[in-house]
């Protein structure tokens, strides 16, 4: 195979290629925030649309996330066939005025039903932007420099979940809730200008046809699914809503899959998997974000939970594994550019394998001293992994076929992360409902909780008497809080490890560059 022109892809990162990752970066910023930035905003929902009185469901105010969540699976689907259509450049200033209007409505929601209705606003931006983002960051690096340039992409990936409860809680604290949304309109605004004057304009694709019956399916199957993931840690795997959305989901899915292959233009190519560097990327990284990112999401909730930390304190302590993170992710990024993506994800698992493992020991009291440093290495092992995944499943492909490849990867990703969490959060709360203490002590606190506050019952009374008094029955409902933790741990571990399979299958010696011509070119100015 002939190689890319080097004046169309030089090696170095110029002026030029870092304008356009700024622009990508802004977007997945407010993007990847934006999610963890309500989580933190749940409690505070149920009181600020309390009714008469009383506080929202919890099950009601989550479908802020719910909502959002299903308005990303709904869209992202067609992201690939609307870049190619329309533009990258277009459609991303496009998805960019739809998250800011979006966030401007949410700010000015008067219930939750219409905070929820605006946040599929939102959502329908928030989902263009990161496929869109890898695409046009693709396009511009070339072959030579996507390393380095997909780590400045996994900044704000990695961040978001760190940041997001630090600015959330801030914001909260110190201003209100209004503010979680409001942030978001001047950096939207930005994020169009910049656009407009730093990214070239692509030359779209208008002879492909829109694969309708292909979105009939997968839009609404791949919703349905995620929400029957999302509904686990609430209603439990075996819950009506859960088996009969999930299995209409993936019915839809599966039928997808099999219609995929007779349009020339599907929806979704699967096709892109007869490429056997992407087929082993995108297992090796559905199997890493299911582990690593399902239990990731434990430590802010072991730190408040048992150890009794703020949002903001425990996003603080999370801050470890940024740093971690941060430290690696530049230099996995140039060493993708200069070697084989199989000499470097494998370190990068053996890492978080011995950081995961580290925390199958905490309990209620263990050092934070023990703790930080395990929260490191974790990072340092996360920095090494994903963007080295991300950019080898992205490298050979095509300039044609970059659209198509990053919606296949987001999709992935979203799947992955939501099961994931499903399977972790499944595996906690059973672990808690196998004792007594902390099934007690839960209920105990929910009415204290109540207003007014409610004493504890007769049978509730006995128990702590049983256990020795309250002291020593908060002592062993707190130990088997903990314990819950270890044991997730534990699951998240065995995951890390079988993502080692194909991570040992990812290709150890140079490949060839993809060929130039047109497919291979950069994006041409109009």
Not at 10 to 37: C, F, N, Q, R, W
Not at 53 to 58: K, T
Not at 367 to 378: A, E, K, N, T
Request: glycine share 10%; charged share 10%.
């Amino acid at each position: 195979m002939s190689t890319a022109a080097p004046a169309d892809y030089p090696e170095k990162i110029d002026g030029a290629v870092l304008k356009v990752a700024g622009v990508v970066v802004l977007g997945a910023i407010m993007s990847i925030l934006d999610i963890t930035v309500v989580n933190v905003a749940l409690p505070t929902f149920q009181q600020a649309f309390a009714d008469g009185g009383d506080p929202v469901a919890y099950s009601t105010v989550a479908w802020t996330v719910t909502a959002y969540t299903l308005s990303l699976a709904t869209i992202i689907p067609m992201t690939g066939w609307a870049a190619d259509r329309f533009g990258t450049k277009r459609l991303y200033i496009l998805a960019l005025l739809l998250f800011t209007i979006g966030s401007a409505l949410c700010a000015s929601a008067g219930s939750i039903g219409v905070l929820i209705a605006f946040r599929v606003v939102q959502g329908l931006g928030g989902g263009m932007l990161m496929p869109l983002g890898m695409t046009i960051l693709t396009h511009a690096a070339g072959p030579k420099r996507m390393g380095r340039l997909m780590a400045i992409l996994g900044v704000p990936m990695l961040l978001g979940p760190i940041g997001g409860p630090i600015l959330g809680g801030y914001l909260i604290d110190h201003a209100s809730w209004h503010w979680i949304f409001l942030i978001n309109v001047p950096i939207g605004l930005i994020a169009m200008v910049y656009a407009w004057f730093a990214l070239d304009s692509d030359r779209p694709v208008p002879s492909e046809s829109f694969d309708f019956v292909g979105m009939l399916m997968m839009s609404p199957g791949l919703a349905l699914f995620l929400f029957a993931a999302s509904s686990i840690p609430t209603d439990g795997v075996g819950s009506a809503k859960v088996l009969i959305t999930g299995i209409l989901g993936l019915i839809l899915i599966g039928l997808f899959i099999r219609h995929t292959f007779k349009p020339k233009h599907p929806l979704i190519d699967l096709r892109l998997f007869k490429n056997r560097l992407l087929s082993l990327s995108t297992i090796t990284m559905f199997l890493f974000v299911a582990a690593f990112f399902g239990g990731l999401l434990l430590m802010p909730t072991y730190f408040q939970a048992v150890r009794g930390e703020t949002p903001f304190d425990s996003g603080l302590l999370m801050a470890a594994q940024g740093i971690g993170a941060m430290i690696t992710m530049p230099i996995a990024g140039a060493l993708v550019d200069r070697m084989p993506v199989g000499r470097i994800v494998p370190f990068g698992l053996v890492l978080i394998i011995a950081g995961m493992l580290g925390l199958t020991q905490i309990d209620e009291s263990t050092s934070y001293s023990y703790i930080l440093p395990v929260l490191f290495v974790m990072g340092l092992g996360m920095g090494g992994t994903m963007m080295p995944i991300m950019t080898s499943a992205l490298k050979t492909l095509t300039h044609s076929e970059v659209a198509r490849g990053s919606t296949l990867i987001n999709i992935v990703q979203q799947v992955g992360s939501s099961v994931g969490v499903a399977v972790m959060s499944t595996v906690l709360t059973d672990r808690q409902k196998a004792s007594d203490f902390v099934q007690i002590g839960q209920s105990i606190q929910e009415r204290a909780q109540h207003k007014p506050p409610l004493p504890p019952t007769h049978d509730q009374l006995q128990a702590i008497a049983q256990a020795g008094g309250q002291k020593q029955f908060m002592a062993n409902a707190l130990s088997d809080l903990a314990g819950s933790f270890s044991t997730t741990f534990w699951v998240s571990a065995v995951l890390c490890v079988l993502t080692i399979v194909p991570a040992l299958m990812l290709p150890r010696k140079p490949l060839p560059e993809p060929a130039s011509g047109e497919d291979a070119a950069p994006m041409m100015m109009h």
